[in-house]
T-cell receptor
Framework: DAGITQSPRHKVTETGTPVTLRCHQTENHRYMYWYRQDPGHGLRLIHYSYGVKDTDKGEVSDGYSVSRSKTEDFLLTLESATSSQTSVYFC??????????FGQGTRLTVV | GQQLNQSPQSMFIQEGEDVSMNCTSSSIFNTWLWYKQDPGEGPVLLIALYKAGELTSNGRLTAQFGITRKDSFLNISASIPSDVGIYFCAGLSGAGSYQLTFGKGTKLSVIP
């Protein structure tokens, strides 16, 4: 398995609270991604990073921000969680921006 | 944005049967990837394809990169119960893009 650790694995939070999800890799890969997975929608890209402090928006970036201050860590922040952000979040990494390797996911419930 | 149409959405097969699924798009892709996802887990990469016409195998799995670069196919031979899961295709258009586009998945059920 690719060395990817997501934390926490499960979280329940209240509407309006900030939430930060962490992705940590030990592969020294350049590219890191955050996806969300919802029934009927498959995997949708939220944000991605192509280097330290280099990030860009994906398909569903509204309400999310990211930061990458070190190669190994990519943080996803929900500034003010809403029920529509209840989902399973996956981090992925890629060495050359082609094959992506996924973490085990974080199940987030916003109540 | 780009879309991938993956079919079938679901399928039920008998153990030992062969399985075929495909992914099509109106856009050209330079890379095709196939993933499998088990319940509660992240997607796992099965096969990667980089050239039009390429045919690649991984055990009982065989995938092909379509000649038109707008489609890809995955075949599973002699299915077994552990093949159960959701299979996703993903495409990369290249030209400086590092964003994978995913199909919505094919849910495979194997009847022993």
């Amino acid at each position: 398995d690719a060395g990817i650790t997501q934390s926490p694995r499960h979280k329940v939070t209240e509407t309006g609270t900030p939430v930060t999800l962490r992705c940590h890799q030990t592969e020294n890969h350049r590219y890191m991604y955050w996806y969300r997975q919802d029934p009927g929608h498959g995997l949708r890209l939220i944000h991605y990073s192509y280097g330290v402090k280099d990030t860009d928006k994906g398909e569903v970036s509204d309400g999310y921000s990211v930061s990458r201050s070190k190669t190994e860590d990519f943080l996803l922040t929900l500034e003010s969680a809403t029920s529509s952000q209840t989902s399973v979040y996956f981090c992925a990494i890629s060495g050359q921006g082609r094959e992506a390797f996924f973490g085990q996911g974080t199940r987030l419930t916003v109540v | 944005g780009q879309q991938l149409n993956q079919s079938p959405q679901s399928m039920f097969i008998q153990e030992g049967e062969d399985v075929s699924m495909n992914c099509t798009s109106s856009s050209i892709f330079n890379t095709w990837l196939w993933y499998k996802q088990d319940p509660g887990e992240g997607p796992v990469l099965l096969i990667a394809l980089y050239k039009a016409g390429e045919l690649t195998s991984n055990g009982r799995l065989t995938a092909q990169f379509g000649i038109t670069r707008k489609d890809s196919f995955l075949n599973i031979s002699a299915s077994i119960p552990s093949d159960v899961g959701i299979y996703f295709c993903a495409g990369l258009s290249g030209a400086g893009s590092y964003q994978l586009t995913f199909g919505k998945g094919t849910k495979l059920s194997v009847i022993p």
